[in-house]
């Protein structure tokens, strides 16, 4: 069921615009989703100066060391196997970190926070979104909020959706979900990667709307892409998945944009080359207790933070406790990135139900865009003395 709900844009990078789509999962006693879809924009997070040693955020030095280094061995945990022996990484799981993709720049050299820097933060991300006087902060930006210690959490994009309608996000020890390189930051673009962006950039001032072909894949209700990582799609009310498994298939299945990967075991190669696909060519096979994923034949078409084509993914799930799975991302494209980099989803286990998710029923924004478009040529003509 579509409701009138507010909408904003996050802009993780130049090409990963994505749309904050307003859920009602934060609301006491509603099951229902609510959507609907507004303008599009671009958020600029500004970042208040700060200090950001230990003393800072805690307000005294703390003496509780980071959570990253294991004090003593862990006791192992041996996740429940299926019937084919394989560890069981099935039901409903969520990302919900409230940790950024990339490590902010006032935070470089600190992989790990300490745990009293970790309560702090999770204090202030309680007192700025709980009450709903603060806009909803997607991505990286409930992080960022926090970390400056802001009053008051403010779209500079502008909003009509409030933090009422967030989920709860989880502060942990980490400053950074990239693993790799060391300083928690993507890699520097290769110089082909930059020539497309600012291709793309004057392709979008010379004809921003002409159809629906010139809009991107998330606002056409086609797919956000894989993987679901940075921006609002990466962790919130978004990043619900649910995995089934059986003998020789993995599916895994997103609330959002309804896409099921479906992944054989079989060990079968890759499509040809000539063969491309939205969300690649996925092929899966056990190492231990971990599922990895292999994904090729992107299409030209996909765009994951300007890679296309050239992508190699590769992705392994790891159950590590009884409601965590540890999801780690390795992404290689050469023609985008000068080195690959990894990064790591810690999934979260939920009792929360799959809702569907009427994408194309409620995209008003389409509609709103060719529209708005319209309107603006129309203007430009009048204004040039040739009414249409």
Known sequence: MATAAGTTIEKVDDFWPTIILANDRSLRGVDMRDRSLASL?????????????????????????????????????????????????????????????????????????????????????????????????????????????????????????????????????????????????????????????????????????????????????????VPRLGGNFGAGPYSYYQIVQTTGYVVLYMETFHDARIIPLDRHPHLPESIRLWNGDPRGRWEGNTLVVDTTNFSPQSNFMGSAEGLHLIERFTRVAPDTINYEITLNDPTTWTSSWTAVVRLKQTQDNLYEFACHEGNQAMRGILAGARAEEKAVEQAAGRPK
């Open 41 to 225: 924009g671009s958020v600029v997070i500004v970042v208040a100066a700060v200090s950001l040693s230990p003393a800072a955020v805690t307000g005294q030095t703390p003496a509780s060391p980071a959570k990253g280094a294991p004090k003593t061995a862990p006791k192992t945990w041996t996740p429940p196997l299926t019937r084919d022996g394989h560890p069981d990484l099935q039901g409903v799981w969520l990302s919900n970190s409230a940790t950024p993709l990339e490590r902010p720049k006032g935070l470089e050299g600190k992989p790990f926070l300490t745990d009293a820097e970790v309560t702090e933060l999770q204090k202030r991300a309680d007192r700025l979104f709980k009450d709903g006087k603060s806009d909803y902060a997607a991505g990286d930006s409930a992080f960022l909020a926090a970390l400056s210690n802001l009053e008051v959490y403010k779209n500079p994009a502008g909003t009509t959706c409030d933090s009422l309608l967030m989920i709860e996000r989880e502060f942990d020890n980490r400053t950074s979900l990239i693993l790799d390189p060391a300083d928690g930051r993507l890699p520097p673009l290769t110089s082909e990667a930059r020539q497309k962006q600012a291709e793309r950039a004057e392709a979008r001032q010379r004809s921003p709307a002409d159809g629906p072909e010139d809009r991107n894949a998330i606002e056409r209700c086609i797919t956000p892409g």
